[in-house]
């Protein structure tokens, strides 16, 4: 009776620890290939450009006066008097006369500002693919992404202006009767007590002064972008793609003015002005929509780098006090981001 012989010792071994390897080597390939549940998030920094602003002085209409007012009343002109009349102080009550004083001074106008262009922030993306499809012979997914970004900018104001300031002065007949307390303020509609529509000529006076004017301040923006909608990812090859994406944006956007200004006049005659101090401030959303094109490019399945840009267009929005206006342009803004994207 003859007895098999066993395969040489070497061989046996080989086969055997390939045997038990094996199940090893197929867990190791799981691990470098994970399944991925279709979720992703993208965070990196970015700048966005072109953001605009703009600053106006303000001026009183031509009728108006910086310490009350005269109009016309419900009752029309005809009667060359009104109820339709207000004052500041008692001192303005001069005799049988209302004095109503206006000056005029040189002002900064309308200015452009930089507002620290480009702003720069950071980007936090969430989105998930809702299906992998063939588009011609590549592989496409689409989706639909959830994002927020952040971008402020702070800008210092240094404006001047020269000139000719001008000091009008009017007296209205009071027509012997006894002005309400100041500070009054009638109505159009009234009734008050009346008083003549139209200055005595002879109470007219103007006084003129070279006058020079200056601005110091700070405009501080602060925007805040939350963003829905689809994206088309394509596999240009087989770690790179290229993605667009599009859709709402809202942007809130945070926007304060803090300045003081100041008036010097070279005649006396026009009494100094004390420096004007004011801290303005304006916070809104504002609706809009973004259009992005960005490269992926995958290091591993799930860790990858980015880079892209978009377009964002925003209602624009204003705001100020009694003397000076904002304008801050979100019409046609640009941006640039780049960082890191992982897949779950």
Do not use: C
Not at 166 to 176: A, I, P, V
Not at 241 to 262: H, I, K, Q, R, W
Not at 302 to 309: A, H, L, N, T
């Amino acid at each position: 009776m003859k007895i098999a012989s066993l395969p040489p010792r070497p061989l046996f071994l080989t086969a055997l620890a390939a045997g038990l390897a094996a199940p090893s080597l197929v867990h190791a390939q799981d691990l470098d290939q994970p399944e991925l549940s279709g979720w992703y998030v993208r965070l990196g920094a970015a700048t966005r450009f072109n953001v605009k602003a703009a600053i106006t002085a303000l001026t009183l209409p031509t009728s108006l006066y910086n310490d009350g007012f005269v109009q016309p009343d419900i009752s029309g002109t005809a009667s060359g008097l009104t109820w339709n009349w207000g004052y500041n102080s008692a001192s303005q009550i001069v005799g049988n006369q209302l004095v109503l004083s206006r000056l005029d001074t040189p002002n900064i106008g309308r200015q452009d500002l930089n507002v620290g262009n480009p702003l720069l922030g950071g980007e936090l993306i969430g989105g998930y693919h809702l299906r992998e499809f063939k588009l011609g012979k590549r592989t496409a997914r689409l989706g639909v992404e959830l994002g927020y970004g952040y971008f402020s900018a702070s800008e210092g104001l240094n404006l001047a202006a020269a000139g000719t300031a001008t000091l009008t002065k009017d007296g209205f007949g009071l027509g012997g009767i006894v002005p309400p307390v100041a500070p009054y303020a009638g109505t159009f509609a009234g009734p008050g007590p009346l008083i003549n529509l139209n200055p005595d000529p002879a109470s007219h006076t103007v006084v003129t002064s070279p006058a020079a004017a200056t601005f110091q301040g700070t405009l501080n923006t602060t925007l805040h972008n939350l963003r829905f909608g689809p994206v088309l990812e394509v596999d240009l090859t087989k770690r790179l793609s290229a993605s667009f994406g599009a859709g709402l944006s809202s942007v809130f956007a945070d926007v304060g003015l803090n300045y003081m200004e100041s008036v010097s006049f070279s005649n006396p005659a026009i009494p100094a002005l004390g420096t004007t101090r004011a801290n303005d401030t304006f916070a809104r959303w504002r609706p809009g929509v973004y259009a992005e094109l960005r490269l992926n490019y995958q290091i591993t399945r799930q860790i990858g780098v980015f880079v892209g840009g978009d377009f964002q267009h925003n209602d624009n929005m204003t705001f100020g006090d009694a003397t000076h206006q904002v304008t801050l342009d979100l019409s046609k803004t640009y941006g640039l981001k780049g960082g890191l994207s992982f897949e779950f």
